[in-house]
């Protein structure tokens, strides 16, 4: 069961990097006044990829086995059923970003 | 039957030093933790979907930092500087992946210094969460029960505090038991002063929750005697819990989960509350 310890620095000092600067994108995105839709959509985007990095790489979902990930991925299933119901409110409120 | 018990008791303190595997081969303690993250994920899911629906509703009252720009509406949230405070997070789940690593590598002193550096971080976080706050309800006279935008605020990013908080101190306990030496299952720290702490500890929790705090109302009379009496009270209980662990490299890992947890909420918090 025990494995050999591997020197992962380099991973995470990348994938600092890659958080410090989608977070600098994220915020300069808000300070140029973009549209509002097309920005709606970017910055979440961007939140879901920095979260994935820090599950993936800083939570080691990527070195670990497969059933942590099943348990990671579990609330995901709720997330969509909680986005589906609030898709609907999306559809009879229209004047917000659609 | 007594004699087959008594066997089984001792083959396993025999083997008490090889941790605690499920049949996936992935360590208890691990498993559970991502368990709990589970739940926890959920709980902050729900509060997600109610600020986004409430969001939706409100439509273009909302005040937002687009308005601000154009000065519409005056956006009383300070974006750059919750931004710098994302920074000190993420420089701390760097530094937290660090204190895992230095364990996994069985180097203790690294991953205690590591470990401190995480706290100081942490500590900065909610620092500049406190003053954030303040300046919020002094000067911007923000309150739960103004409007749907101080509620929502509040409570997000006061349940994602209390996190931060509770982080901070699980690592703080976690560094001390490592810094008190190796970690040990047959080690009996059993500090007469440690003792008398804890039962000082409950004496103030139960003191506030019946006494003084009584008469204030809402959310301080819960929060003042967990804070004041039941947190110090958890956390020296901690440290003897951590000194009685095994495997420093998995107690340091999951401990390492909890914090990058409270980071990746974070990430998604600031774009949902601060930037949309």
Same mark, same amino acid.
């Given at each position: 069961m025990e494995h050999a310890p591997v020197n992962h620095t380099k991973t995470y000092i990348t994938i600092f990097i890659a958080?410090?600067?989608?977070?600098?994108?994220?915020?300069?995105?808000?300070?140029?006044?973009?549209?509002?839709?097309?920005?709606?959509?970017?910055?979440?985007?961007?939140?879901?990829?920095?979260?994935?990095?820090?599950?993936v790489y800083f939570m080691h979902l990527k070195y670990d086995s497969g059933f942590l990930s099943v348990i990671a991925y579990a609330p995901l299933a709720v997330a969509s059923i909680l986005i589906l119901m609030l898709s609907l409110e999306w559809a009879f409120q229209p004047h917000w970003i659609f | 039957m007594s004699e087959i018990a008594l066997h089984n008791t001792h083959s396993e303190e025999h083997h008490a030093e090889a941790p605690v595997y499920t049949s996936t081969g992935t360590p208890m303690g691990k498993v559970f933790m991502w368990l709990f993250l589970c739940q926890d994920a959920l709980m902050f899911m729900g509060f997600f979907a109610a600020y986004i629906s409430v969001r939706i509703g409100a439509g273009d009252l909302w005040p937002g930092p687009e308005n601000h720009a154009h000065g519409i509406e005056h956006y009383p949230l300070d974006?750059?500087?919750?931004?710098?405070?994302?920074?000190? $997070?993420?420089?701390?789940s760097v530094t937290m992946v660090m204190a895992v690593?230095?364990?996994?590598?069985?180097?203790?002193?690294?991953?205690?210094?590591?470990?401190?550096?995480?706290?100081?971080?942490?500590?900065?976080?909610?620092?500049?969460?406190?003053?954030?706050?303040?300046?919020?309800? $002094?000067?911007? #006279?923000m309150g739960m029960g103004?409007?749907?935008?101080?509620?929502?605020?509040?409570?997000?990013?006061?349940?994602? &505090?209390? #996190?931060?908080?509770?982080?901070?101190?699980?690592?703080?306990? $976690?560094?001390?038991?490592?810094?008190? &030496?190796p970690l040990d299952k047959h080690k009996k720290d059993n500090y007469w002063f440690i003792n008398l702490f804890r039962l000082v500890c409950l004496g103030v929790?139960?003191?506030?929750?019946?006494?003084?705090?009584?008469?204030?109302?809402?959310l301080p009379h819960v929060l003042i005697p967990l804070v004041a009496g039941a947190a110090p009270y958890i956390f020296v209980r901690g440290i003897?819990?951590?000194?009685?662990?095994?495997?420093?490299?998995?107690?340091?890992?999951?401990a390492g989960l909890y914090w990058h947890f409270v980071d990746l909420i974070w990430i998604i918090l600031f774009t949902l509350v601060y930037l949309i």
């Open positions: 958080l410090a600067v989608l977070t600098l994108i994220e915020v300069g995105m808000t300070m140029v006044g973009m549209p509002k839709t097309p920005m709606v959509i970017l910055l979440i985007a961007l939140a879901l990829v920095k979260a994935g990095l820090v599950a | 974006i750059p500087l919750t931004a710098i405070n994302t920074f000190v $997070l993420i420089c701390s690593q230095a364990a996994t590598f069985k180097n203790i002193k690294k991953t205690i210094m590591w470990l401190l550096v995480t706290v100081v971080g942490g500590s900065i976080f909610l620092g500049v969460q406190y003053g954030e706050y303040s300046h919020l309800i $002094l000067k911007d #006279h103004n409007s749907l935008f101080d509620a929502t605020f509040f409570s997000l990013t006061g349940f994602h &505090g209390i #996190h931060v908080f509770s982080g901070v101190l699980y690592l703080l306990a $976690l560094t001390i038991a490592l810094w008190m &030496g929790t139960v003191f506030l929750f019946i006494g003084p705090t009584k008469t204030w109302p809402g003897s819990w951590f000194r009685k662990r095994q495997d420093t490299a998995e107690v340091v890992e999951i």
